[in-house]
C-alpha cells in the first residue's frame, strides 16, 4: 500500500452495494467524508478542506442518484480536474436480486423506483450510472463480500501503513468514579497493594518513577502484565481481521491516581515496543 496525501476519492454506485460501509471505512482511514454531497459542490467541499485542514488531508466524497440532476455533472467535474487533486473514482456493484433482498432487508424504497416496482429502480439506476462505471478507476462488486470483506478491500485500496494499524488507547481510571463506557477490556489493579498508604508515595502519582517502581515490583504486577498484554495483542489481530481498528483497554484502581496510572503507562510501553499503535491517557489523574 502506497500513501495516498491530498487523493479525492468520489464513492459512488448502485444502491445496496455498500457505499455507506465504504465511506465509514475510509473515514477511518483518516478521509474527510461527505456523503450525499452534490456533484457541482465538490470544488467547494476541497477548498474549504484545504483551508482547514491541509492540502495533504485525503478526502471522500459519496455521490449517487439522490443528487438528481446534479448527478449529471459528475463526469464533467472529474474530467476538468477542478480540484487540483489526484482523483479515484470508486463504483460499487453487485447484482440485482442481491440489491433487492438488501433494500427489503432494511425496508426502504430505491430512490428511483417511484410508484414501481424495486427491481424496476434498480434497473433505472443501472441506466442512470452506465457511463460513470464504465469511467471507474476502481470497481467493486459486493455481490459475495460480506461488510467485513468489503471494509478489508477498501483497506487494501486505500489504506496506508499507518492508517490501517489498530490504534489502541489505554486508558487509567478509579472505580470511585465509574467504569469508562467505551471499554473493550477492564483491568482491575486492586489485587496490588496502594501506594496511597506509603506516606512519601501518597502525594506523587504513579506517573514519578518511585510510584511505578514501587507498583511494578509487587508480588503478582510483572505475572499479570507478563499474561496480560499477551492476551492484548492476540485480541488486537482479531480485531483488524474482523476490520475494527480502534480498542480501549481501561486499567483501574480505587481513586486513578496510582496503581491504575503505572501499569497503564508500562502496558502501554510494551504495546508500543510490539508495534502497537498505542496512547496512554489518565481519565481520573488530578481528581483526588
Known amino acids: 500500500?502506497?500513501?495516498?496525501?491530498?487523493?479525492?476519492?468520489?464513492?459512488?454506485?448502485?444502491?445496496?452495494?455498500?457505499?455507506?460501509?465504504?465511506?465509514?471505512?475510509?473515514?477511518?482511514?483518516?478521509?474527510?467524508?461527505?456523503?450525499?454531497?452534490?456533484?457541482?459542490l465538490v470544488r467547494d467541499v476541497v477548498r474549504l478542506v484545504d483551508d482547514s485542514r491541509g492540502v495533504t488531508q485525503p478526502i471522500a466524497v459519496v455521490v449517487d442518484v439522490r443528487s438528481g440532476s446534479f448527478f449529471d455533472s459528475l463526469q464533467a467535474n472529474r474530467h476538468q480536474g477542478v480540484t487540483g487533486r489526484p482523483t479515484t473514482l470508486l463504483f460499487l456493484e453487485a447484482t440485482d436480486d442481491v440489491l433487492v433482498r438488501r433494500q427489503e432487508a432494511v425496508r426502504r424504497p430505491h430512490p428511483l423506483q417511484g410508484s414501481g416496482r424495486l427491481l424496476h429502480g434498480l434497473q433505472r439506476e443501472r441506466d442512470v450510472l452506465a457511463d460513470v462505471r464504465g469511467d471507474a478507476d476502481v470497481v467493486i462488486d459486493t455481490t459475495n463480500l460480506n461488510v467485513h470483506q468489503l471494509t478489508d478491500r477498501i483497506a487494501e485500496q486505500f489504506g496506508t501503513p499507518e492508517s490501517t494499524r489498530?490504534?489502541?488507547?489505554?486508558?487509567?481510571?478509579?472505580?470511585?468514579?465509574?467504569?469508562?463506557?467505551?471499554?473493550?477490556?477492564?483491568?482491575?489493579?486492586?489485587?496490588?497493594?496502594?501506594?496511597?498508604?506509603?506516606?512519601?508515595?501518597?502525594?506523587?502519582?504513579?506517573?514519578?518513577?518511585?510510584?511505578?517502581?514501587?507498583?511494578?515490583?509487587?508480588?503478582?504486577?510483572?505475572?499479570?502484565?507478563?499474561?496480560?498484554?499477551?492476551?492484548?495483542?492476540?485480541?488486537?489481530?482479531?480485531?483488524?481481521?474482523?476490520?475494527?481498528?480502534?480498542?480501549?483497554?481501561?486499567?483501574?484502581?480505587?481513586?486513578?491516581?496510582?496503581?491504575?496510572?503505572?501499569?497503564?503507562?508500562?502496558?502501554?510501553?510494551?504495546?508500543?515496543?510490539?508495534?502497537?499503535?498505542?496512547?496512554?491517557?489518565?481519565r481520573d489523574l488530578g481528581r483526588e
Open 166 to 282: 489498530l490504534k489502541v488507547t489505554v486508558v487509567s481510571f478509579g472505580f470511585k468514579y465509574g467504569i469508562p463506557v467505551d471499554a473493550d477490556f477492564v483491568a482491575d489493579m486492586r489485587f496490588l497493594p496502594n501506594p496511597h498508604w506509603v506516606p512519601e508515595l501518597r502525594p506523587r502519582t504513579g506517573r514519578d518513577e518511585e510510584v511505578a517502581d514501587y507498583v511494578r515490583t509487587r508480588p503478582g504486577a510483572e505475572t499479570f502484565l507478563a499474561q496480560f498484554v499477551p492476551l492484548l495483542e492476540n485480541v488486537a489481530q482479531g480485531y483488524l481481521t474482523e476490520g475494527k481498528r480502534f480498542m480501549t483497554v481501561a486499567v483501574g484502581c480505587t481513586g486513578g491516581k496510582h496503581r491504575s496510572v503505572a501499569m497503564t503507562e508500562e502496558i502501554a510501553a510494551r504495546l508500543r515496543a510490539d508495534g502497537f499503535d498505542t496512547r496512554a491517557s489518565h
Open 1 to 40: 500500500m502506497e500513501p495516498h496525501p491530498g487523493e479525492l476519492v468520489i464513492v459512488t454506485g448502485m444502491t445496496g452495494a455498500g457505499r455507506s460501509t465504504a465511506a465509514k471505512e475510509l473515514e477511518d482511514l483518516g478521509f474527510f467524508v461527505v456523503d450525499n454531497l452534490p456533484p457541482t
